[in-house]
């Protein structure tokens, strides 16, 4: 009898540790921007009471949506970190902060120098195409001392932290959120990496990826569809490699473009990303 109840309790404590747990795990909601935002994804990772937002968006009219997932996941905003220095990651600062004044900013100094180099011209170019989407001014992150956030009682670690190229992983439940690195089903951004080696640095990136373990990956930019998990990461090895020979072969962008878009023909023909980075690559255009 003895031995019995031992048994039901043993089990019930099981039980009880196993909801416990589930119940402190940090969970996440994502908002993916339209073609007018490089369907770019922000990540809002939240704990009990508290929530850290990875990445605020191009737009003022994705911004107001992202303040809007805040409000209704009833929690505070502790902190945003900018994983790229790239406009889409920080236009939409100004709409979020003014909602929740408290929040802090954060970037990795490489991040934090890029914005404050490029941040003007970007405005400067952007603007007059955002019309009264644009920020009306930018926001700099702070430079992030460590390399992780905290959450509550869970760490969000940053990967890759001494680069622009940084992402966040979060063991607890095994996730990779943020950074310029992953893209699913759409052309790579190849505009920020113009040389050879800026493109190998960025596959090894990706490879260290595959080494971590991992359950969820939520690509930086992707169309519907996306799976959010490994093959994310193998789809954008699989295009670098491929680019990688498309250049050597390619005279020019529209060569490099044609091949391109021959070995991938699903992918959006009129693709920005694909003739602007297939023009700065070729050395025809600055970026």
């Known amino acids: 009898m003895k031995r019995g109840l031992l048994v039901v309790f043993s089990m019930l404590l099981f039980i009880s540790n196993s909801l ?14 339209g073609e007018d935002g490089f369907n770019l994804a922000s990540v809002l990772v939240l704990g009990k009471k508290e929530a850290v937002l990875i990445d605020a968006h191009f737009t003022k009219a994705d911004a107001h949506k992202v ?22 990651y920080y236009f939409g600062l100004e709409v979020i902060t ?18 404050k180099k490029t941040y003007q011209d970007k405005l400067n170019y952007w603007g007059p195409k955002l019309e009264n989407n644009a920020p009306s001014y930018v926001l700099i992150p702070s430079i992030l001392e460590k390399d992780f956030i905290e959450l509550e009682d869970k760490k969000l670690k940053i990967m890759n932290f001494n680069s622009t190229r940084s992402y966040v992983y979060v063991p607890s439940i095994k996730a990779i959120f943020g950074g310029i690195n992953i893209t699913d089903k759409e052309h790579l951004w190849m505009a920020d990496t113009s040389t050879k080696k800026e493109r190998e640095q960025w596959l090894k990136v990706l490879k260290d990826m595959k080494k971590l373990e991992i359950k969820t990956v939520i690509p930086a930019h992707s169309k519907e569809g996306s799976k959010n998990d ?13 680019y990688e020979k498309a250049v050597s072969k390619a005279k020019n962008s529209k060569e490099l473009i044609s091949i391109m878009q021959t070995i991938y023909p699903k992918l959006d023909k009129d693709s920005f990303s694909l003739k602007l980075g297939a023009q700065v690559v070729k050395g025809e255009v600055k970026w």
């Open 67 to 88: 303040v809007a997932q805040v409000l209704k996941s009833k929690r505070e905003l502790k902190k945003i970190y900018v994983s790229h220095g790239d406009p889409d």
């Open 20 to 33: 416990i747990a589930k119940e402190n795990e940090l969970t996440y909601k994502v908002h993916r921007a």
């Open 230 to 242: 490994i093959s994310t990461i193998e789809f954008s090895i699989k295009y670098l490699e491929t």
């Open 98 to 115: 003014k909602a929740f004044p408290k929040a802090k900013i954060y970037a990795t100094k490489q991040t934090v120098a890029h914005i």
